[in-house]
């Protein structure tokens, strides 16, 4: 039995959209299925939470990173496999996977029940990030963009949001341990996780694999923001960890203190803090993968 989880907010209503496609094609295959509409944030993982209970053998995240996060931290620990239909705006985690955005190809992937474990970065003992999770410059014009998006629409909020911080921004002084190692560096940004992809495409960890019992780590220092504007795009290509600002590590556990209460973002979602603890949790989510 396989339950859709359907968030109707992802990619401007599209996952929403595609539920007569997906029900036309379980039919046909005649397989059990269910689904689950959220309705508010944060209902992808009491829904994922109902449906292990139901015996579902797949939860399917049918929308963007934002739901595969949610319905990933409703059903960790379980022996329950996480499926996902790419219908999101950015579509990172899939994009790792490569799973394509085409509902019947993502479809039959699942059909494949070609599963294996992943691992997940624990975050302040109750997150469950399996993505990228990330600080300064690119956090902070998350939040700006998700109060802009109150009086303006996607592009415009987002461009407001990155003229705005580029101007303010102030590298963050941060102390971080990696592995016991620690070290103090003033930051741009600073990402860490399991898969390389975030931000609809950059390829933030290059070298990120999620199956090898570690967290990959990257740091860049102070630089200038006209400098920065030059490192954004080769981090689209991953040829960003070449420059002498950058600094990469691969880490069981990470603990960040910063002077300041931070924006971190999870997987797309912000949370605040000033401390900031990842840890690696091996083979804790299960995946359909082709
Ligand atoms: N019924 C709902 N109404 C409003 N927001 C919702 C609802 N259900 C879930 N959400 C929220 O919608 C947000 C966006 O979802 P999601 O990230 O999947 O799509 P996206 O932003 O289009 O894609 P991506 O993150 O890949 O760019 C998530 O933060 C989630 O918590």
């Known amino acids: 039995m396989i339950a859709f989880i359907v968030n109707p907010a992802a990619g401007n209503g599209k996952a929403y959209k595609m539920i007569p496609k997906i029900e036309k094609y379980m039919n046909e295959k005649?397989?059990?299925y269910k689904f689950f509409i959220t309705k508010y944030p944060g209902?992808?993982?009491?829904?994922?939470?109902?449906?292990?209970?139901d015996d579902f053998e797949i939860v399917v995240a049918v929308g963007g990173d934002g739901?595969?996060?949610e319905v990933i931290n409703g059903i960790r620990d379980s022996n329950v496999a996480l499926g996902i239909i790419p219908l999101g705006t950015g579509n990172d985690f899939a994009r790792y996977f490569r799973i394509p955005k085409d509902v019947y190809k993502a479809l039959e992937i699942l059909l494949m029940k070609n599963t294996k474990f992943i691992d997940s970065a624990v975050i302040n003992k109750y997150i469950t990030c399996n993505n990228v999770a990330n600080i300064g410059i690119d956090a902070d014009v998350a939040v700006q963009v998700t109060r802009f998006k109150r009086?303006?629409?996607?592009?415009?909020?987002?461009?407001?949001?990155?003229?705005?911080?580029?101007?303010k921004y102030k590298p963050y002084n941060v102390k971080i341990d990696i592995d016991g190692k620690m070290i103090k560096r003033k930051i741009m940004l600073a990402a860490f996780g399991?898969?390389?992809?975030?931000?609809?495409?950059?390829?933030?960890?290059?070298?990120?694999?999620?199956?090898?019992?570690?967290?990959?780590?990257?740091?860049?220092?102070e630089?200038?923001?006209?400098?920065l504007l030059f490192l954004l795009p080769m981090a689209?290509?991953?040829?960003?960890?070449?420059?002498?600002?950058?600094?990469?590590?691969?880490?069981?556990?990470i603990h960040i203190d910063a002077e300041k209460e931070l924006a971190l973002c999870v997987d797309g979602e912000v949370i605040l803090s000033n401390t900031i603890v990842l840890n690696v949790k091996r083979n804790s989510v299960k995946i359909c993968t082709n």
């Open 43 to 53: 209902h992808g993982t009491v829904l994922a939470r109902e449906a292990i209970k």
């Open 30 to 32: 005649n397989i059990k």
């Open 223 to 227: 630089i200038s923001k006209f400098k």
């Open 151 to 167: 009086f303006f629409s996607g592009i415009l909020a987002y461009t407001l949001s990155l003229i705005n911080v580029l101007f």
């Open 194 to 221: 399991n898969c390389s992809f975030y931000g609809g495409g950059f390829k933030i960890l290059p070298d990120a694999n999620p199956d090898d019992g570690y967290l990959d780590v990257i740091i860049v220092n």
């Open 236 to 253: 689209i290509f991953g040829k960003h960890t070449s420059l002498k600002c950058v600094e990469t590590y691969k880490a069981e556990k």
């Open 67 to 69: 739901t595969v996060h």
